[in-house]
């Protein structure tokens, strides 16, 4: 048997419970199921002392950053308040850990911390949506995306909650194959497993209906119609603006163009109609608005990297 891969769990104060047991979870149920020993964890806090969740919960860790161990991958994993955490101490410890070359990662608001150690600049980074306009805000030069997690570059990120099981069963299928991540996510009676080109989608309302009312309305225009797309012209006409200020509010908040975020929306729908429902290529491609199953297999495949066809065949 070979030796298990040791992930390093850096727990930053208040952070999220839900992404610490989603990330948690998945590699014990490797080992459960796998019958062998193939992950091993260590919890830290920057002080090695117990670090409490957002949620009020304490946790007893195994040490501090004055005694992080050799690891395969090393997580930093914050919630709320994360700047109020970013210490010089914990920065500096990173830093070591990073010229130490260990693999480093980050969970939830995790990435905040990374690009506050200047780690990210020029890379891909995911962060839990919430805090999107003030992460574009004060690290410009980070490519900031909505999927729900990222692996292309030196440092994998997770958008928090479930995004971190996604990333970890990603991970085990890496590791050790799809069938061991089939397995565990079905342990976890968890079928609708993401990869990193899905998108975090959360409710109009709770994302932007309270900033703007424009935005919001435009939104339900385009979910109420995705079988039928209506133009960015008569979005704009009906909510009473013009089209220039339409293109504005989708670049503003949602950082894509209303056209953009249309066919985004639209291929979101069609996957969970494959992973979900009994109905065809076809049946899907007409349900959401594409003219032809050809031109919506195009489509699909260069947005998700498969074809419906297969995807439709995947479980999760």
């Avoid at 040490?63 to 210490?87: E, T, W, Y």
């Avoid at 608001?109 to 003030?134: T, V």
């Amino acid at each position: 048997m070979s030796n298990p891969q040791h992930f390093v769990f850096l727990l930053i104060e208040e952070f999220s419970h839900l992404a610490f047991s989603c990330a948690i979870e998945p590699l014990r149920i490797a080992n459960l199921v796998r019958g062998e020993k193939l992950y091993k964890w260590s919890i830290l806090s920057e002080d090695g002392e117990t670090v409490t969740c957002s949620n009020g919960i304490k946790t007893v860790v195994d040490g501090g950053i004055s005694g992080i161990p050799k690891s395969d991958r090393l997580f930093v994993l914050s919630g709320i308040n994360m700047q109020a955490h970013a210490s010089r101490s914990l920065l500096s410890a990173l830093r070591r850990e990073r010229a130490r070359g260990t693999p480093i990662g980050a969970l939830c608001s995790g990435a905040w911390l990374l690009a506050e150690a200047g780690f990210l600049d020029g890379s891909e980074a995911a962060i839990h949506w919430e805090y999107h306009d003030s992460f574009m805000e004060a690290f410009p030069e980070v490519n900031l995306v909505r999927s729900v997690f990222t692996v292309e570059g030196k440092f994998i990120t997770a958008s928090g909650g479930t995004a971190t099981a996604d990333l970890m069963l990603h991970l085990i299928e890496q590791d050790h194959g799809h069938d061991l991540a089939v397995a565990v996510s079905d342990q976890m009676v968890y079928n609708a497993v993401r990869n990193a080109t899905a998108e975090q989608r959360v409710s109009i309302q709770s994302r932007n209906g309270m900033r703007n009312a424009h935005l919001a309305r435009a939104i339900q225009i385009m979910e109420k119609s995705i079988e039928a797309p209506v133009s960015p012209s008569k979005i704009a006409m009906e909510i009473g603006i013009s089209t220039r200020q339409l293109e504005r509010l989708f670049g503003k908040y949602l950082n894509a163009s209303p056209k953009k975020y249309s066919m985004e929306m639209r291929l979101d729908r069609a996957r969970k109609l494959l992973l979900q429902t009994e109905s065809s290529v076809t049946e899907v491609a007409f349900a959401c608005g594409f003219e032809s199953p050809g031109h919506f297999a195009r489509v699909y495949r260069a947005h998700f990297g498969t074809t419906p066809h297969l995807q439709k065949n995947k479980i999760g």
